[in-house]
């Protein structure tokens, strides 16, 4: 007797997000931003084993942060996400540094940036970035290294993330 089943469900999500834009002839701060996400909020069921349920509880998601402009093609972002989910809470904090790269770039590729970053996902992992960022794509590399004593559990080896992203919009024009 199967009683593993294939599952579909619907699970949805609501959010807003906010973010100010400075003047652009100012060099210090860019811009602020900040979110509210609430994810499954239909408790779907996401058990495969017939006759069982297994609900999702609400997930809450706050992500934050300001950009710092440094010159005319750098600048730096210090960000923050926290989520609570069945009142068990993970925040991270972080900044990046971007850098727009002197590349005569145009279409899919224009306006072409380079970003590091360092992120701590508070009593859990270093995490180190790198992204490269277009209008329209976004390619990363991400790292995380476990800081508990889950850490013996893996010989100290942490673990990667390979992204990438396409934006579906037209910026706006400055």
Do not use: C
């Not at 002839?25 to 349920?53: C, M, R, W």
């Not at 080896?157 to 990438?164: F, L």
Request: charged share 15%; no cysteine; proline share 3%.
């Amino acid at each position: 007797m199967n009683q593993i089943q294939n599952r579909t469900f619907l699970d949805v999500t609501a959010g807003a997000f906010w973010r100010y834009f400075a003047n652009t002839d100012q060099k210090t701060v860019q811009s602020v931003y900040a979110g509210f996400v609430a994810a499954h909020l239909n408790h779907p069921d996401e058990s495969v084993i017939e006759g069982d349920e297994n609900r999702l509880p609400v997930l809450y998601k706050l992500p934050g942060g300001i950009v710092f402009g440094l010159s005319e093609k750098a600048s730096i972002s210090v960000n923050y996400l926290s989520q609570v989910q069945d009142l068990v809470n993970q925040t991270n904090v972080g900044s990046f540094l971007s850098y727009k790269l002197p590349f005569d770039t145009r279409g899919q590729m224009s306006n072409l940036v380079a970003r590091i970053g360092a992120w701590y996902r508070i009593q859990d992992a270093a995490i180190a970035s790198i992204d490269f960022i277009t209008n329209n794509l976004q390619f990363g590399f991400s790292y995380d290294w476990n800081v508990t004593s889950l850490r013996y559990n893996n010989r100290g080896t942490g673990s990667y993330e390979i992204s990438m992203g396409y934006r579906f919009y037209k910026p706006a024009a400055t």
